[in-house]
């Protein structure tokens, strides 16, 4: 098949294309997205990180890129929002302040401008400001913040993460999606806000169909991303609830082999 016919390729990152232990791609990754873009093909991030986050990442082709941040809740290109879907206040406020009174569990709520948190952990907002280069913000509740939230997330130790889940989809799957993101983090996001529902939107916008749009994943938080374009991969070492996620799935080793190969045809 080759990459014929191919507009965009959306692609997730921890698991994906940061390969185990890994912080940033590697410099092969910039030398095959650079390549892309000079065949016309837009290379698209798609992560739960935030825009300031994604755009440090890949630095070194920042502009040539287009970014799903925040799980699909805000989509990025040229500097301005395509997508942006916030939360219902009220329901952004009883998610947070759930989340705050639950143990062992650092909580952020991401909006256009920042990324806030009432985490007194040091290291936490250390690994936020410094590690992940996200724009944080420490308020003292969330009643402090006056920008819309667009997601809210948590981060728990691994081992804790599967009881930290099934008490918050208990609590409320009913008013959003609640889905793991990594080993670590919990993601809450408005139904319809998903990475899916941002490329189907973001599609629509510049003229491109599912059928042009190719996709690497290997999380719940890519299911929906994998299930609306028409060229889905994922990765062989995914979650093992995502196998057969449908039945045009692709496995593949790495994203930057995979790239290579079909680069070549």
Known sequence: MGLEGIKLIACDLDGTLLH????????????????LHRRGIVFMPASGRQYASLRYLFAPVAD????????????????????????????AMDIANAVVAYPHADVTLSCKGHLYTMSSNDAFVDHLRY?????????????????????????????EQPAALEY?????????????????????????????????????ALGISPNEM???????????????????????????????????????????EELRRLLAE
């Open 131 to 159: 590690e992940v280069h996200c724009d944080v913000a420490v308020v003292d509740r969330p009643e402090d913040i006056d920008e819309d939230v667009i997601k809210i997330a948590f981060q728990t130790p691994g081992a």
């Open 20 to 35: 185990p232990g890994e912080r940033e791609p590697r410099s092969e990754a910039f030398e095959l997205i650079d390549e």
């Open 214 to 256: 190719m996709a690497f994943g290997d999380n719940e938080n890519d299911r929906d991303m994998l299930n609306v374009v028409g060229h889905p991969y994922l990765m062989e070492s995914c979650n093992p609830s995502m196998r057969g996620v449908n039945d045009r799935v692709r496995y593949v080793r790495t994203v930057e």
């Open 168 to 204: 918050f989809v208990r609590r409320f799957s009913d008013r959003v999606d609640v889905m793991t993101s990594g080993t670590e983090w919990t993601d809450f996001i408005g139904f319809d806000s998903g990475k899916g529902s941002a490329l189907a939107d973001y599609g629509c």
């Open 64 to 91: 040539e890129l287009a970014y799903v941040c925040e799980n699909g809740a805000l989509v990025m290109s040229e500097g301005r929002a395509v997508v942006k879907r916030s939360m219902e206040r009220g329901l």
